[in-house]
């Protein structure tokens, strides 16, 4: 497993992590064992990075890795949370007293006296600009209740405004073959700064496995099935924002680009080649899931030998309607 080097934060994580949104929920069920058991193979293959957040699952996926911690010698993982989503989207809830009692909660069901990264949750785009925000953020870091801080970001714009504050040590985005714009000048801005960068949502939930039809049926607390529209949350979060029928044309394309391995392991690779990138941090529901993600590290020249296909595939079928949004 390649490591690399956060120098904001002094973290060293490995390059593929494991989202744990699945393990709390919002993808169909998984239960305890099979997440402790995706959890085990992970660590065992030198995954070192677990992302979470307090809303997952209302905290089950973080008791559930709390629990594994109980497993491990927990000093060598890091383990991110977010907080921000258990009160209404509106900027004065963010406040130092909000903070506190959602990282005492979040250590409760970590079973940790101290957070490694604590993340704001895509919160609202005001919260970016209010500087008592990082000043209680700060305070936090001073007390011990957190080691470092980030943010998860919704926007490009969100992401350049984080990065320009000089104790945000991370900034959690939404980069992959569907999602190109923070290529621009995020990746750029962030390796400059030193800040460091978490992919999420790497398979475009899941479109890039080149799985789906049209035929396909998710389940009924599935967010694929809820909030295709952004009913729930904000759509960019759900199949990356694209359209499912325009996302099933550019998935087939991005499929052949190449045959070595299966696509999933192909789109991972393929952010994994960018050096501005830190972590990659796909979920997994079932250990073979898992094998196909872990694969990726193997295959980083394979990931850079399709970057001009990528580039076509956005601007042919995404681009006019992705770049200008997010």
């Not at 949750?121 to 305070?139: A, K, Q």
Request: hydrophobic share 40%; charged share 25%.
């Amino acid at each position: 497993m390649e490591n690399r080097q956060i120098q904001r934060a002094n973290f060293t994580v490995s390059a593929l992590g494991l989202g744990t949104w699945q393990l709390g929920g919002d993808w169909g069920d998984v239960s305890e064992e099979q997440a402790l058991e995706i959890l085990g193979n992970a660590y065992g293959a030198g995954v070192n990075f677990f992302d979470t957040a307090d809303v997952y699952g209302d905290g089950r996926s973080e008791r559930i890795i709390g629990s594994f911690l109980k497993t491990i010698d927990k000093d060598k993982v890091i383990v991110a949370t977010k907080m921000g989503r258990r009160a209404p989207l509106d900027s004065s809830f963010y406040t130092y007293e909000n903070f506190s009692a959602w990282i005492d909660r979040s250590r409760t069901n970590l079973g940790v006296d101290s957070l490694d990264l604590t993340q704001l949750h895509c919160p609202p785009d005001e919260v970016f600009d209010i500087e008592s925000v990082y000043d209680d953020l700060d305070r936090l870091v001073d007390e011990g209740a957190i080691k470092k801080y980030g943010v998860s970001v919704e926007t490009c714009s969100q992401a350049l405004r984080a990065i320009k504050r000089p104790n945000v040590a991370t900034v959690q985005i939404i980069f992959n073959a569907f999602r190109l714009k923070p290529l621009d000048e995020v990746l750029p801005s962030a390796k400059e700064a030193g800040v460091g960068i978490i992919a999420r949502i790497p398979l475009a939930s899941g479109l890039l496995s080149g799985k789906y039809t049209k035929e396909t049926i998710f389940s009924q607390d599935d967010h694929r099935n809820y909030n295709r529209k952004g009913e729930a949350f904000d759509v960019g979060e759900t199949f990356s924002g694209v359209d499912y029928e325009v996302g099933l044309q550019a998935a087939k394309r991005f499929a052949n680009l190449q045959n070595a391995v299966a696509p999933a392991t192909a789109a991972i690779a393929w952010i994994l080649s960018h050096d501005a990138v830190s972590t990659v941090i796909p979920g997994a529901r079932n250990i073979s899931q898992l094998k196909g993600n872990l694969a990726a590290t193997d295959y980083l020249d394979l990931g850079a030998s399709i970057d001009t296909g990528v580039v076509d595939i956005y601007d042919q079928y995404l681009r006019s309607s992705i770049h200008p949004r997010w």
